[in-house]
DNA sequence: CATTTCAGATACAGACCTGTATTTGGATAC
DNA sequence: GTATCCAAATACAGGTCTGTATCTGAAATG
């Protein structure tokens, strides 16, 4: 699976480079057959797109694709696995890398910055597979835990930030993690919607001032703030802004 | 268009309350087909629905579709034109209603509140109509202008709180605006994807703690932070964190 | 090399979906 | 009340997609 790809009939490919043993050829067509079907959900949406133009854009034709596949679900499926896996493993990366806010912040920006250029069809594919997955019943809990464990990722390299400025969280670095990790999420929507009203770097940016407000937070907790306020509506336990109370059950 | 609604065929309905005028019957068969169209989206997708769906959902057949709507895209249109149009409208009230940031903040408690219910179905045509409108090249910019409409009622929103609170933003308000509104969409996902992660408030929570935040950084501006830092990768001018240097150009 | 095996190509049958053309029956107009 | 009109139903012709069943030729095996 090194040299090769060109996208025809792959027998060719093999007789220039290497000769594929059976096994390693099913893999790259396997292999070949996801990164046509990502690039097609991404453009046409996964009910958009027909297992005919996944192969034919492949280079293949359907009898490839069932052999390698029980059908369209089972692809997409692993397409989901394969996606949220780079996903989490990016975010742990980024956890284990960033020793202080700064450090950090630097690794998001150039992370956004690699990313900006591809982020329309990146983000469409995102939000395909997660359509997917909120409408299975069975794939959602899936869905939920790799996300949880990007977020927990976040949540650790956040807890090491703030020790290392050696300032108190705001709130419980889990919930700051949630807010920060939405906040990319929604900025990067806005940003393909919008590409005017945003550059390369604001999410970044965002992310950043949002660090910052954090750290005066920590540093001035209580404005005089209205002193009354009943608060009407605030019984839960979970998102309360209030100081620190700090672990919840997050796994 | 009051009484009425067995969505049966409609004929009999009219029988019982009052005899509708051709073109009243018209508007609410159209109205129907929109409604189930929409209903169908969120749960299947776009794609993922066929015009013979949405027609037997309503309790109609494809005539009656084919007399309303040129065909499956053209209804697509007018769903996202309704769909924006009222989400700017409640983004508008929102921004007509809040005083205070308090008062402000209350509202949108209660608005999650009372969208969570339905918040996954609505997340999912939002996000269907999203995706649809970002693969048209024409749809695009229009649905860019309504989205930016949407901003700029909730940056008028926070001017005013701002102001009401005497404190200067720490930032130009589009952005905060920007920032937020995107905070809330991320969050949104993050419920639907997450339900346990987070409670009804949470949007609400993040929300408040973002505005106290920024209020703290106002009082408290510049933290101490390595004096160096030869800030490598920032020249542009939207996004910048840095304090206030008002409007850009939001239309 | 001869034989077996299997990845992928080809052929086919059934389901579904779209869009148009035609029909029907209640509303409107006189 | 009769004639007209039109919203919606019905009928139909084409197209596309899916999944399976069968075929083919190159790799594996000896």
Not at 25 to 31: A, G, H, I
Not at 231 to 243: A, D, L, M, N, V
Request: charged share 25%.
């Amino acid at each position: 699976m090194d040299t090769v790809s060109y996208p025809t009939a792959h027998q060719e490919a093999i007789t220039i480079t290497k000769r594929l043993t059976r096994q390693q050829s099913r893999e790259l067509t396997r292999e070949q057959l996801l990164q046509a079907a990502a690039e097609l959900f991404a453009e046409h949406g996964v009910n958009g797109t027909s297992v005919e133009q996944i192969v034919e854009h492949a280079g293949y034709t359907r009898g490839a694709f069932y052999g390698n596949f029980e059908g369209k679900h089972q692809l997409v499926l692993a397409l989901l696995d394969q996606h949220t896996q780079r996903e989490l493993e990016e975010m742990q990366q980024l956890s284990l890398d960033a020793g202080s806010f700064d450090n950090l912040m630097e690794h998001l920006r150039s992370w956004y910055r690699q990313r900006d250029e591809t982020l329309g069809s990146w983000l469409a594919l995102r939000t395909e597979l997660w359509l997917y997955g909120l409408r299975d019943p069975e794939l959602l809990p899936v869905l939920a835990v790799r996300e949880r464990r990007s977020r927990a990722a976040l949540a650790q390299a956040l807890e090491q930030g703030f020790a290392a400025r050696s300032v108190a969280p705001p709130a419980p670095v889990e919930f700051l993690a949630l807010v920060m990790y939405s906040l990319g999420d929604g900025l990067s929507i806005q940003r393909v919607l919008c590409p005017e009203d945003s550059d390369i770097d604001t999410v970044a940016n965002a992310i950043e001032l949002l660090m910052r407000s954090w750290s005066a937070l920590s540093r001035n907790p209580a404005p005089a703030e209205e002193a009354s306020r009943p608060s009407p509506g605030r019984p839960t336990t979970k998102g309360r802004t209030p100081s620190i109370e700090k672990p919840e059950k997050n796994p």
